[in-house]
């Protein structure tokens, strides 16, 4: 399995990509720069460096391998355990291992592993779109004395101009400072008089409450209300929350007695068709205010109470 690609994605996104009992690809901002001998210029990248130190799994590049092919993980371990394998058989026999995009690799003189980083690829993402170009050098000193020739040939004489006289400006200047002058004395006349006769409504009004304080007098002696009598008409109370109905009257009144120390305003309120002495929850003039009060004793008190509604009244 060629892994070069998997290790090239991810370059672009970290620092260190490890290949596991292998060894490590490292990368390493480095500014933009320009070649003295042959005035090349080269955009920010990344360089790359290769530890065969750093071999211990780390997960990023299994991981990933097992996410691009769609395997296990368990998988995608004993796939990079076969490449480096491979590559170590290859470096033993004298091979060189290239990686596309990456580098070379190979066994030195004294069997140290040398790598020789790609420059095809710049795996800094901000740099992206950004290529190396050559530039023609600047002869500054051959262009300054081109210009000297020229100036020598055709002199640039400066003179100055002379301004026009503008004596308008003057008077009209004069003008507006006669305006402000006018202006500023006007307001300075006016806020003096509006100060003068508010200190004069003032005065006026003073003297308006001392003539009302000597003009009033007060009489100690008490009035006297006569007594006013309202007649307020009641309505009738004609719907009764039935508490219960009793064939002996003395049972009525103790139903009350009781209905009353509980807090009701109970009350007889005569036999019914039936000889019945009934007694009272409450007594309400208006519909609605009955009905809530049911709905209310029928929750809390007694289930068994009902709505009368008397037509006589």
């Given at each position: ?94 091979e060189k291992i ?206 068994e109470a009902w ?7």
């Amino acid at each position: 399995m060629r892994i070069e690609n998997y290790i090239s994605d991810l370059l672009y996104r970290y620092e260190c990509v490890t290949v596991p009992s292998f060894g490590a690809f490292i990368t390493q901002y480095q500014p933009a720069k320009v070649h003295a001998n042959t005035n090349a210029f080269y955009p920010p990248s990344k360089s790359i460096a290769f530890n065969e130190q750093l071999k211990s799994n780390d997960g990023l590049l299994t991981k990933y391998v097992a996410e691009s092919l769609k395997i296990s993980f368990e998988e995608a371990t004993q796939k990079l355990e076969a490449t480096v394998l491979t590559w170590k058989k290859a470096l033993e026999n004298g091979e060189k291992i290239e990686l596309k995009n990456v580098g070379e690799l190979w066994l030195g003189a004294e069997k140290k592993l040398l790598f020789q980083p790609s420059y095809h690829v710049n795996y800094l993402t901000s740099s992206f779109g950004l290529s190396s170009f050559v530039s023609p050098s600047v002869t500054r000193e051959e262009l300054k004395k081109e210009v000297e020739k020229i100036e020598e040939k055709a002199p640039i004489a400066f003179t100055p101009e002379r301004r026009r006289s503008r004596s308008y400006l003057k008077y009209a200047a004069v003008f507006l400072l006669a305006i402000s002058a006018g202006t500023i004395g006007y307001r300075f006349v006016d806020l003096q008089q509006k100060e003068n006769i508010q200190v004069a409504q003032q005065e006026a009004q003073k003297q308006i409450e001392r003539d009302i304080q000597k003009a009033t007098f007060f009489d100690t002696t008490p009035l006297e209300i006569p007594s006013i009598t309202l007649k307020v008409e009641k309505q009738p109370l004609k719907y009764h929350v039935i508490a219960g109905a009793f064939r002996i009257e003395e049972n009525a009144d103790k139903r009350v007695k009781q209905l009353r120390e509980k807090g009701f305003e109970a009350e007889r309120i005569g036999k019914n068709k039936y000889g019945l002495h009934q007694v009272t929850f409450a007594s309400f003039a208006e519909v609605p205010e009955a009905l809530e009060f049911l709905r209310k004793v029928k929750r809390e008190e007694s289930p068994e109470a009902w709505l009368l509604v008397d037509e006589l009244n």
